[in-house]
């Protein structure tokens, strides 16, 4: 396979769809390799090192770097709570950090409070540096697999209805999905979100640019039954300044079983997750529920990532 034209990644800008190409076939590759029991890829990354940075809490995202990386037949440096127990908590700056650890680790893994701090990190460092979620800004590696999900269900991602519902002004998923579905064509996206937690004017302003259709609203019901996917969000209690707001936000949309009956037969439900009361478990048995298989396939695609960025796939 030609070089991968990365050198990190942080933020979803970076990727054409030939790039997404060649992600989601390397994502389909290792998970056929892994089916088979690790054959072609379980030693790929043998002798390197991972650097698992996170400065927020994270399951899936750091949990499916390391096993990725494990799988791979690589190894892993870690710190619980980076911001809490790594020299951060003494004030070293992100930019002493990023070069430190560049002596230790083939490849950085970092979720930061701070929006462009991957890409700070990432003009810095010889190795590469992947964003893992940067604040309210962006978590591109979220959005790949988010599309893969999309793109396994529906096989064709053009002309897809996308509903993106909850907290749109500080979920940095919805916003690098955003701009990963501009490179289709015939998409169209509905913000729903509370007046609170609107989507922000960057992405609006982007996908304006882009030629793809949005609309704006509060009223989810009606929407439902138009979308092939609904994309829910929890409401970050934690990025909210002013609590007011967020008592206004929470609880606003949950997607009940009955509400689930509004949707198209074929359409699919999508969470990042962690999730709190947006989806019921009882939705959990619907055909329609895709979040638990999505976060599966954040393994395939970080594996698919490390490989590329570290040129072993
Ligand atoms: N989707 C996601 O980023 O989950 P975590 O916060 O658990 O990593």
């Known amino acids: 396979m030609a070089e991968f034209p990365l050198k990190h990644v942080y933020e979803a800008q970076q990727f054409d769809r030939n790039l997404l190409d060649t992600v989601f076939q390397v994502a389909d590759d290792m998970k056929r390799d892994m089916e088979e029991g690790g054959r072609r890829y379980g030693q790929a990354l043998a002798g390197r090192i991972m650097a698992s940075l996170f400065y927020e809490p994270s399951t899936r995202t750091r949990f499916s770097f390391e096993a990725a990386m494990l799988r791979l037949g690589g190894s892993i440096i870690t710190t619980e709570n980076a911001r809490e127990f790594s020299s951060a908590a003494k004030g070293e700056s992100l930019y002493d950090s990023t070069r430190i650890m560049n002596g230790y680790a083939d490849i950085i893994v970092m979720r930061h409070h701070e929006a462009g701090s991957a890409e700070k990190a990432?003009?810095?460092?010889?190795?590469?540096v992947i964003n893992a979620g940067d604040g309210a800004g962006q978590h591109p590696t979220q959005a790949l697999l988010d599309l893969y999900t999309i793109k396994d269900h529906f096989a064709e991602v053009n002309k897809l209805k996308v509903a993106m519902v909850g907290d749109l002004k500080y979920g940095r998923t919805v916003r690098s999905l955003s701009y990963l579905l501009?490179?289709?064509?015939?998409?169209?996206?509905?913000?729903?979100?509370?007046?609170?937690?609107?989507?922000?004017?960057?992405?609006?302003?982007y996908l304006d640019k882009e030629g793809v259709p949005w609309e704006e609203g509060t009223d989810l019901d009606s929407v439902l039954p138009r979308v092939d996917c609904v994309y829910m969000t929890r409401i970050q209690r934690e990025r909210f300044i002013v609590p007011e707001d967020y008592d206004q936000a929470v609880g606003k949309y949950i997607l009940t079983p009955e509400k689930v009956m509004k949707m198209k037969a074929d359409?699919?439900?999508?969470?990042?997750?962690?999730?709190?009361n947006e989806i019921p478990q009882a939705v959990d048995a619907d055909p329609r529920a895709h979040y638990f298989e999505q976060a599966q396939n954040g393994l395939y695609i970080r594996m698919?990532?490390?490989?590329?960025l570290l040129n072993a796939a």
């Open 122 to 128: 990432a003009q810095v460092s010889a190795a590469p």
């Open 182 to 205: 501009t490179k289709y064509s015939g998409i169209q996206i509905f913000f729903v979100s509370p007046s609170v937690c609107r989507m922000e004017s960057d992405i609006k302003g």
């Open 267 to 276: 359409a699919i439900i999508m969470h990042p997750l962690p999730r709190l």
């Open 304 to 308: 698919a990532l490390l490989c590329l």
